[in-house]
C-alpha cells in the first residue's frame, strides 16, 4: 500500500523545536493531520515548561505567548496576569486578588487598572478572548468553556 510522508516542522524554540512526521495511507485528511499535529505538539510540549489552552501556549521559561502558532508581545504585567489565570483555569479571583498576586506591593492599582490591561489580554489573544470570563462584582477567571 503506497503511503504518504507528511512532514511538519517548527524550528522555532518557543515550541520546543518540535519535528513531527506523519506516515499515513494515502487518502489521509486535513483534519486527520491537523489532529496527529496538535497531539504530537501538545505531548511534545509536556516537556517543556509550559501552559497550554489549545493554540494558545505560554512558554514560562522564556516568557512568551505564542497564539495559533503566531508569537504574541504581552507587557510583564499582561504575561503575569495571564500565566496567573492559566494557572488558575476556572477559579473566579476579584480584581483585589488578582492585584496582590500579580502587580508589587509597592504599587497603586485599580480596579480600573485590571480592567484595561484583561482588555488588552483579550485582544491578543484573539479567539481566545472569550476564555476570559468576567463576573460583575465578583472578577475574572479564564475559563475552559467559551
Known amino acids: 500500500m503506497a503511503t504518504k510522508k507528511i512532514l511538519i516542522v517548527d524550528d522555532d524554540p518557543d515550541l520546543c523545536e518540535i519535528l513531527i512526521v506523519i506516515t499515513a495511507k494515502e487518502n489521509i485528511s486535513v483534519q486527520e493531520v491537523l489532529l496527529k499535529a496538535k497531539a504530537a505538539l501538545t505531548k511534545a510540549c509536556e516537556d517543556c515548561n509550559t501552559i497550554v489552552f489549545e493554540g494558545l501556549i505560554i512558554n514560562l521559561d ?11 508581545d ?11 489565570l492559566m494557572k488558575n483555569k476556572g477559579k473566579l479571583f476579584s480584581r483585589s486578588e488578582l492585584v496582590s498576586s500579580v502587580w508589587p506591593e509597592n504599587v497603586v492599582v485599580t480596579d480600573r487598572t485590571v480592567d484595561v490591561n484583561m482588555a488588552r489580554i483579550r485582544k491578543k489573544i484573539g479567539a481566545y478572548s472569550g476564555n476570559i470570563v468576567a463576573r460583575a462584582g465578583f472578577g475574572y477567571m479564564f475559563s475552559a468553556e467559551k
Open 74 to 84: 504581552f507587557t510583564k504585567t499582561e504575561y503575569d496576569l495571564l500565566v496567573f
Open 62 to 72: 522564556n516568557k512568551t505567548v505564542v497564539v495559533d502558532g503566531v508569537k504574541t
